[in-house]
């Protein structure tokens, strides 16, 4: 048994739209170099916790902290470059941009205004050459160089995933959060897709997915988080979650 180490720790985080409460979380740990599922039918509060962790949304209540530091009160750009970044539920591709160009935007201190700034004067530095060089490699890994200078608007959804997934990774992150990647993927890229999740975990980052197809989830998460009306149901490992009757039913299905 290995000891327990938390990458993400999460304490009495809550958050209500009028009188609904969306997310409820007493205690929640991510441990380091796993790929953790938080699982859950729709309006758990899943995308809605994302949201809060990584500071696109404001919390009534409640802290966390990732790698021993607190984040509450940081915006989603100063999150992102503590080593935590997030994927959309819904694909934030700039569809009329080039998919180099979504890259470069999601680069370190890439502000956008930085980055047409020094293209409009023809300026590139040592760090712009690095990112492009980084974007390339990473493009080359998710099997979209080819599609560098296409507009991302002209990339199927499956595509548009892989491409949120590689953004993701311009910053060199230590935890990626995933919502919902393979929704609306064709199966042959679902599996690229999960190979591709399994290789971040085996390169030692911690991975936090969500997904709804229970074979996914069983067949590659480490651990499990059912989250049902904003609150942690229950967790485990994934043979402990299937074998828990009461959740599986009222929550998952099947
Ligand atoms: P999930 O991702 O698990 O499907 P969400 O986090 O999207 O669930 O939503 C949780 C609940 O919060 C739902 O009832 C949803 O309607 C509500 N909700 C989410 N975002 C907002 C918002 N911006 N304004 C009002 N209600 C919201
Ligand atoms: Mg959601």
Not at 33 to 56: C, D, E, V
Not at 143 to 150: F, G, N, P, R
Not at 214 to 238: K, Y
């Amino acid at each position: 048994v290995t000891k327990p180490d938390p990458i993400l720790t999460v304490d009495g985080v809550r958050r209500s739209f009028g009188g609904l409460t969306a997310v409820d979380v007493e205690h929640l740990e991510v441990q380091r170099g796993t790929i953790t599922a938080l699982i859950g039918p729709n309006g758990a509060g899943k995308s809605t916790l994302f949201n809060l962790l990584t500071g696109f949304d404001r919390v009534d209540a409640g802290e966390w902290s990732f790698e021993g530091r607190r984040l509450n009160r940081l915006g989603g750009h100063q999150v992102a470059r503590t080593g935590m970044v997030r994927t959309f539920q819904l694909t934030k591709a700039l569809t009329r941009l080039t998919v180099m160009d979504n890259m470069l935007l999601a680069a370190p201190g890439q502000t956008g205004e930085r980055m047409w700034g020094a293209f409009a004067r023809g300026l590139w530095g040592r760090q712009e050459r690095a990112n492009a060089e980084r974007a390339e490699a990473l493009l080359e890994r998710f099997k979209l160089l080819a599609k560098k200078d296409e507009m991302a608007g002209s990339l199927s959804g499956g595509q548009r995933k892989l491409l949120e997934m590689a953004r993701s990774l311009m910053v060199n992150p230590s935890m990626v959060m995933l919502d919902e990647p393979m929704a609306g993927v064709n199966p042959a890229l679902v599996q690229s897709l999960l190979g591709h999740i399994t290789a971040l975990r085996d390169e030692g980052m911690t991975v936090l997915f969500v997904e709804h197809d229970m074979d996914v989830i069983m067949g590659i998460s480490d651990w499990i988080v059912v989250l049902a009306q904003g609150r942690v149901i229950a967790e485990g490992r994934p043979a402990d979650i299937r074998a828990n009757k009461e959740v599986v039913d009222a929550y998952l299905g099947t």
